[in-house]
Nanobody, 124 residues
Framework: QVQLVESGGGLVQAGGSLRLSCAASGRTFSNYAMGWFRQAPGKEREFVAAINWSGGSTWYADSVKGRFTISRDNAKNTVYLQMNSLRPEDAAVYYC?????????????????WGQGTQVTVSS
């Protein structure tokens, strides 16, 4: 089992920045690829960004490429999502997930563990 706890969400003006954190406990954190997904009201949970076990490879949704950066610190069992130039359409509940398979980073079905989510609100 892996327990994930997100933090760092909040209210920000359009153009502003937030940094989300996801702290993991339980099984060896470095065994897992990690991803961030988001879900807006009435919409499906969608892929935002992912990072492999070592941090050497990252993937992004086209909608956030160039604005968001995913990173991880395996010594701290934590994955981060730095979000810059936020837009109203980025508003959602953001979830981190742990992917033990190491493939299909875009697909939420390959993430076996999820946090409870953190709300991001962007005012225009």
């Amino acid at each position: 089992q892996v327990q994930l706890v997100e933090s760092g969400g909040g209210l920000v003006q359009a153009g502003g920045s937030l940094r989300l954190s996801c702290a993991a406990s339980g099984r060896t954190f470095s065994n897992y690829a990690m991803g961030w997904f988001r879900q807006a009201p009435g919409k499906e949970r969608e892929f935002v960004a992912a990072i492999n076990w070592s941090g050497g490879s990252t993937w992004y949704a086209d909608s956030v490429k160039g604005r968001f950066t995913i990173s991880r610190d395996n010594a701290k069992n934590t994955v981060y999502l730095q979000m810059n130039s936020l837009r109203p359409e980025d508003a959602a509940v953001y979830y981190c997930g742990a992917n033990p398979v190491g493939v299909a980073y875009y697909n939420k079905l390959y993430y076996h563990y999820w946090g409870q989510g953190t709300q991001v609100t962007v005012s225009s």
